[in-house]
């Protein structure tokens, strides 16, 4: 059973610019979820989606958002990147949501230079 | 405002000893608490996870007691390897949902010497 895919797993974007990750669940998860990993602030949740809807949302701005597709996909996007977004990004799936097992993906590596 | 304060940043502990961090929460909302084990360029994996109505689980050689009086949780890892040297993060959810999701401790980071 292949496990969460996250895409891509590195990047360097320019300050000002946007930037989409993509995120494919393990089969049969509906629950999609994203967080931010830094060595400063560690991991911090960003939102979680379940069948197409936001069920969850972190305490970040508004320039962080995200969609999931009706196959469970999801991508998040991060509109006027600033140095302070360089980050491991994070995808993780879950059956049903927070409260059962989720699993991790391996992360996408942004760079804001 | 920090909801969940794991301690300690960092453990070094010997092959076979005892390694423990410890977690304390805020939120008595919280009904889930799961601990995570992330190796260097992997995600983190859940290793193991308890509700409030339990005091204690064990699963192999990890064990998490829970205090819900003192709103604090530890992982014991019993008979420490070196293959358990990894960064340890414990969590804290309410099921009901909202703005936290998942709060995460800032995470320890264990060293099992050999």
């Known amino acids: 059973k292949a496990g969460v895919t996250q895409t891509p797993r590195y990047l360097i974007k320019t300050r000002g610019q946007q930037v989409t990750l993509s995120c494919s669940p393990i089969?049969?998860?509906?629950?999609v979820s994203w967080y931010q990993q830094t060595p400063g602030q560690g991991l911090q949740f960003l939102f979680e989606?379940?069948?197409?809807?936001?069920?969850n949302k972190g305490n970040f701005p508004g320039r962080f958002s995200g969609r999931q597709f009706s196959n469970s996909r999801s991508e998040m996007n991060v509109s006027t990147l600033e140095l302070g977004d360089s980050a491991l990004y994070l995808c993780?799936?879950?059956?049903?949501?927070?409260?059962?097992?989720?699993?991790f993906g391996e992360g996408s590596w942004l760079t804001v230079v | 405002q920090q909801q969940v304060k794991q301690s300690p940043q960092s453990l070094i502990v010997q092959k076979g000893g005892i390694s423990i961090i410890n977690c304390a929460y805020e939120?008595?909302?919280?009904?889930?608490f799961p601990w995570y084990q992330q190796f260097p360029g992997k995600g983190p994996a859940l290793l193991i996870a308890?509700?409030?109505?339990?005091s204690e689980k064990k699963e192999g050689r990890f064990t998490i007691s829970f205090n819900k009086s003192a709103k604090q949780f530890s992982l014991h890892i019993m008979d420490s390897q070196p293959g358990d040297s990894a960064t340890y993060f414990c969590?804290?959810?309410?099921?009901?949902?909202?703005?936290?999701?998942?709060?995460f401790g800032k995470g320890t980071h264990l060293i099992i010497q050999p």
């Open positions: 993780a799936s879950s059956l049903a949501g927070l409260g059962n097992t989720i699993y």
């Open positions: 089969s049969g998860h509906r629950s």
């Open positions: 989606y379940f069948s197409e809807t936001q069920r």
């Open positions: 939120n008595t909302a919280f009904d889930y």
């Open positions: 308890i509700r409030p109505d339990v």
């Open positions: 969590a804290a959810l309410y099921s009901g949902g909202g703005a936290d999701g998942l709060t």
